[in-house]
């Protein structure tokens, strides 16, 4: 059974874009929860949903509370990006591949 690429991360790994650019370091992995609750409150109001996504995704306005529960359901990669001051959240689905220590992306991280 081949292994998801999103199991091989590990904290540290440099990571790359779809365009070959290195877009920074693996800050921190999450795998998916498919049983998370969703913005139509199956496990839990929307209010501690809000807080729970906030807790862990911050403030971000490139993370909005939609693209946060999509995260938390399929899993992530968090990147720290020292040169912007703010770290990227790509989906697990979005790891193209492994190599050696560095994750590939399939999507350009702007």
């Known amino acids: 059974m081949i292994m998801p690429a999103i199991e091989q991360v590990h904290e540290g790994m440099t990571v790359i874009d779809s365009n070959g650019d290195e877009v920074g370091k693996v800050r921190a992995i999450r795998m998916g929860d498919p049983e998370a609750a969703s913005s139509d409150g199956q496990s839990m109001p929307r209010a501690p949903m809000e ?34 001051g703010r770290d990227a959240f790509v989906a697990s689905d979005r790891v193209e591949r492994v190599d050696d220590d560095t994750v590939h992306l399939n999507i350009v991280v702007e």
């Open 51 to 84: 807080d729970f996504l906030t807790g862990i995704f911050g403030t971000s306005p490139d993370v909005s509370p939609e693209q946060a529960e999509r995260l938390v359901r399929v899993g992530y990669v968090q990147i720290d990006r020292p040169l912007l």
